[in-house]
């Protein structure tokens, strides 16, 4: 029965794996980075309510548009605790606020070569959590949106030095602010921690982290990169519902076949050799004394076996200590041993024949009958201080899965273009 749901279980994933193939045809061929993020800068400043604000910059790089310039990009924010989300670079249309990301509109499409630099402002809250290592102290955990798809040459992370008591990983102190440096090849992410005093700021129980409802951070109903892991997921358990009854279905008539007498079945039977083996205690050639292990002189190489003979279980003193394979010393003698060797010898079995032994009295069984008795998925230890990102240049988010009718809709922020 264990191999039959081993099978089942492979046989679902394999179908699975097949319908991600033909459904989701861009995820296999835009495999190769279509973009580059050559520089991302996060500035942290802590308000006295505890709440963040924070600035982005980014420097974008299309690497190759044969799939189509880069007009939008989706980008993971921490969680969808934000407000006062600003654009400070003409190179932003407009941004749409989904929750725990933006889709940041560009003013124009961008092409193979080109680089777009990327600025806006938000406030952010939820951040924290009170006495999360230690009685007394409160910590910000922040992992800054990263890219499946992509890679990120240069992050550095900003944050407000005042009144932090401690931070991890190390970093630098540069005019104020603790500087984390780090660069992330494709779906590789990076975390930081600050950590202050209860009495630093106005930290509240209802504002920390995981804390308050997380409805809206599912954006406004449009269908994402999520939405569309959680449609395979479903195929995959519709496919294991319908593949796993039918394959067992048929394993049951096979049996109802083979039982009947038709066919044969292969089995194997362990098959043990034992040969006895007596070494010279030194060796005939030039005298050197045996090296234990080894059948050869390591001085002349001539051979220290002094006799050797295939044995059977009643020419020897207690068998059943010689049943698996090794060498084992033999009776009170320092040169004599036992080398075992086991395999497995195949047996035709014909199915009547094996009933008509069971039927007989027979105390044999056969294999069969003794083989028959014998886990944005973004998750830290801070769930609301994470967010990966994607964008019409990474990975399935690409053209069919973001059409402007799905992006029609979106809560529109204030543009820092004017028409």
């Known amino acids: 029965m264990r191999k039959i749901y081993i099978t089942a279980v492979k046989c679902c994933l394999f179908m699975a794996a097949l319908l991600i193939l033909i459904l989701f045809p861009a995820c296999i061929t835009e495999a ?22 924070m600035t982005y910059h980014i420097d974008w790089k299309v690497l190759d548009d044969s799939i189509g310039k880069l007009e939008w990009i989706d980008l993971g924010v921490p969680n969808s605790y934000h407000d006062q989300i600003t654009p400070l670079s003409d190179t932003i249309d407009h941004i749409n606020d989904q929750g725990s990301k933006l889709a940041i509109y560009l003013d124009r499409a961008y092409g193979e070569g080109e680089t777009v630099g990327i600025d806006f402002s938000m406030t952010q809250d939820h ?10 102290e409160t910590v910000y955990t922040f992992t800054p949106a990263w890219f499946d798809g992509m890679e990120v040459r240069q992050l550095t992370i900003r944050w407000n030095g005042e009144k932090a008591g401690a931070w991890q990983p190390d970093c630098l102190q540069e005019d104020g602010y603790l500087t984390f440096r780090s660069s992330l090849p494709p779906g590789q992410k990076y975390t930081m921690s600050v950590v202050y005093p209860n009495d630093a700021f106005t930290f509240a129980v209802e504002r920390q982290a995981g804390s308050g409802s997380e409805t809206d951070s599912q954006g406004d109903g449009n269908f994402g990169f999520f939405d569309m892991i959680m449609v395979l997921l479903v195929l995959a358990i519709l496919v294991g519902m319908i593949a796993i009854p039918i394959y067992l279905v048929y394993r049951f008539f096979q049996w109802i076949i083979e039982g009947s007498g038709f066919g044969s079945r292969q089995e194997t039977k362990k098959k043990i050799t034992r040969t006895k083996i007596e070494y010279y205690e030194t060796c005939p050639g030039c005298g050197a004394a045996r090296e234990e292990g080894k059948d050869s002189c390591p001085y002349c190489g001539r051979s220290m076996i002094k006799s050797k003979e295939v044995v059977e279980e009643n020419q020897i003193d207690h068998p059943e200590k010689y049943s698996k394979k090794g060498t084992y010393r033999y009776g009170d003698s320092d040169n004599t041993y036992i080398r075992v060797n086991v395999v497995n010898v195949p047996v035709i079995t014909s199915r009547s024949n094996s009933r008509s032994s069971r039927s007989g009295g027979s105390s044999r069984h056969s294999s069969c009958a003794s083989s028959c008795a014998s886990s944005c998925a973004c998750a830290s230890s801070c769930a609301c201080a994470c967010a990966c990102a994607s964008s019409g240049r990474a990975g399935c988010s690409v053209k069919d899965f973001f059409k402007e009718s799905i992006h029609r809709g979106r809560i529109l922020v204030e543009s820092k273009r004017h028409d």
């Open 127 to 136: 951040m924290y959590q009170i006495d999360k290592w230690t009685e007394g």
């Open 32 to 53: 190769e980075a279509t973009d580059v993020i050559e520089d991302m800068t996060i500035t942290v400043d802590v308000n006295e309510d505890a709440s963040l604000n």
